[in-house]
């Protein structure tokens, strides 16, 4: 029996330091038949423009391609995707540009940068943005509060005393003097603009294509546009202004329409209409991507597949997280992480797994033998989360095993749900600053639901991983044999329960992160929020140590 308790030990010390902070999560790239190109330890992957895939680890970012090799390393505190063949950093708090061999070619000296877009890149220094091309050089003056980036030549401004919006060309020049309530640039060959108190649009001379007479509008992709008069209910117009499907669903993908189609919810769920207004894919998705290079990665029961534009399922839905297929050196691959689900018991001479399966499925014969056990005894089997369970008697071989297996089991399960609930905080965050950033209530609108679901995600696996560690604090065969794993787990419980005050903070201040210093509040609380998890994670790597040195008699 100490050959099993070893066996799995060491089994779920593998598995579990691999779900936790330090180390990574399981990403793989995968190619348009799902098999895998390569698989990748981080924190995070991500499609990074030109060629190349952003990666994330221990809050720092660098790149790789397709394979896994390292083009820059994890050394900046921000990084863009390559563009014009170059990629935009942050390091030591100041945004510069890197070539495709990670050296600074662009000095990081400046406030505030964006990457390269129609030729040259927005740049923020002494307080004021201007724009410089592929060599560094100043082509439009630092004279702007706010600006954007240029899309079809076009770049809007914003005068920070009253408001007001406008567009400028390449030259620097007002093309359309700052009098909008609002402005987009160019998509599809339209203006978004907001003047009388309405959307409307305007063609790329600044004339009025389609009068504003919308509460609420989108940009144009291919040749569509939404619309929306209560901000719930949305419908389709076309170039003309002509309502071509009236206002019936209730959430879209802004960013419209792509290879055709479009994503909305009708019935509480995702599907797929086209530029017509027909039901294309059944509404029956928990979430869906935009179409790109034929695929769309869609969600249900709470993983991720992939489709093709009929509906077909290509990749039934296996992993936690995917992104669309984008091309890396020509070669079109999506980013996914790891499967979230149980796999099914091994057949003889299994190959060509992963390591992680592999690992999992290894362990399920001890597992399962080991939970067999206490029936000979009469103990019944414990239920997960709960806080009574029968005690065991200390001393008998079998008993003595299955609580501090039980620990490990629930050890692992809270990691991964630390973990988890970690993911989600920070795509709220991402979603938050997205909507803050843009400083319209449409776009806040849009994206402010989103950061709310991720934090109710985030709270909701906070949650589980603490009942679970109460549940832990209950387990009772520690006490005689190992009673430092007491002081462990409690331990364990205390640096949660602080970590845990910041995400509460950080919810109240969520709904109303529409103003800068509730926003700011609840960026600084869910960065406190990942501190607590860091201290979290040290006290379980010291349980998982004491877990060993009992369950191994040292």
């Known amino acids: 029996m100490h050959h099993y308790i070893r066996t799995f030990l060491f089994i779920v010390f593998l598995f579990s330091s691999t779900l936790f902070f330090g180390q990574g999560q399981d990403w793989y790239v995968i190619d348009l038949n799902g098999d895998t190109v390569s698989h990748i330890k981080a924190d995070r992957l991500s499609q990074a423009g030109e060629d190349f895939i952003r990666i994330e680890k221990n809050g720092k970012f660098g790149l790789i391609d397709y394979a896994g090799r390292t083009v820059v390393k994890t050394q900046f505190a921000k990084v863009s995707g390559f563009s014009n063949g170059l990629a935009c950093v942050k390091h030591e708090g100041r945004y510069g540009f890197i070539d495709t061999k990670g050296r600074m070619v662009v000095p990081a000296r400046y406030e505030d940068a964006s990457a390269f877009t129609d030729g040259v890149a927005r740049v923020k220094l002494g307080g004021k943005y201007g724009f410089i091309d592929v060599d560094g050089k100043q082509v439009i003056d630092f004279k702007f509060a706010e600006v954007s980036i240029f899309s079809e030549g076009l770049a809007f401004t914003r005068k920070t005393w009253d408001k007001t919006f406008g567009m400028i060309d390449k030259s620097g020049e007002y093309f ?6 609002n402005l987009f640039f160019p998509k599809d060959g339209l203006i978004r603009a907001r003047w009388n108190g309405k959307w409307g649009y305007l063609n790329l001379k600044g004339e009025p294509v389609i009068e504003p007479t919308y509460r609420y509008a989108f940009n144009f992709s291919n040749g569509v546009a939404w619309f929306s008069e209560d901000g719930m209910h949305h419908g389709l117009i076309n170039k003309q202004g002509k309502t071509i499907v009236e206002p019936t669903y209730t959430s879209i993908k802004n ?3 792509s290879e055709g189609l479009g994503a909305a919810v009708k019935d509480g769920n995702w599907g797929f209409i086209n530029t017509k207004g027909e039901e294309v894919i059944p509404f029956e998705y928990d979430d869906v991507h935009p179409f790109l290079n034929g695929r769309a990665a869609v969600k249900k029961d709470g993983l991720w597949g992939f489709i093709d534009p009929k509906g077909e399922m290509l990749l039934s839905p296996r992993f936690k997280e995917a992104s669309n297929f984008f091309p890396v050196r020509k070669r079109p691959v ?10 099914p018991a091994p057949e003889p ?7 992680v399966k592999e690992v999992v499925e290894e362990a399920k014969p001890v597992v399962e033998e080991t939970e067999k056990a206490p029936e000979k005894t009469t103990e019944s089997k414990p239920t997960l989360g709960k806080t009574e369970a029968p005690k ?20 692992k399960m809270v990691q991964a749900k630390l973990s988890d609930s970690r993911l989600a905080c920070t795509e709220s965050l991402v979603s938050i600053k997205k909507a803050h950033e843009a400083g319209t209530l449409d776009v806040f609108s849009q994206e402010a639901p989103v950061a709310r679901e991720k934090l109710n995600t985030a709270i909701q696996s906070y949650n589980e991983a603490t009942k679970l560690l109460d549940s832990m604090s209950n387990i009772t065969t520690a006490q005689e044999a190992c009673p430092a794993l007491v002081i462990l787990v409690g331990d364990t419980q205390k640096k949660a329960s602080t970590a845990g005050q910041f995400l509460q903070k950080a919810s109240s201040d969520l709904d109303k992160a529409v103003s800068k210093d509730a926003y700011e509040s609840f960026t600084t609380n869910i960065k406190s929020y990942f501190t607590g998890l860091e201290a979290s994670s040290v006290s379980m790597k010291s349980l998982q140590s004491g877990l060993e040195d009992c369950l191994m008699g040292n």
Request: glycine share 8%; hydrophobic share 35%; charged share 25%.
């Open 392 to 411: 065991p008697t200390l001393g008998k071989e079998n008993s003595g095993a299955a609580d501090p297996m039980r620990l490990a089991k629930q050890l």
């Open 349 to 355: 001479e299994v190959k060509e797994e992963t390591e």
């Open 176 to 181: 359309l003097q700052p009098t909008y309530q």
């Open 334 to 343: 999506a980013v996914v992480l790891g499967a979230n689900y149980k796999v």
């Open 255 to 257: 960013k419209g329409f």
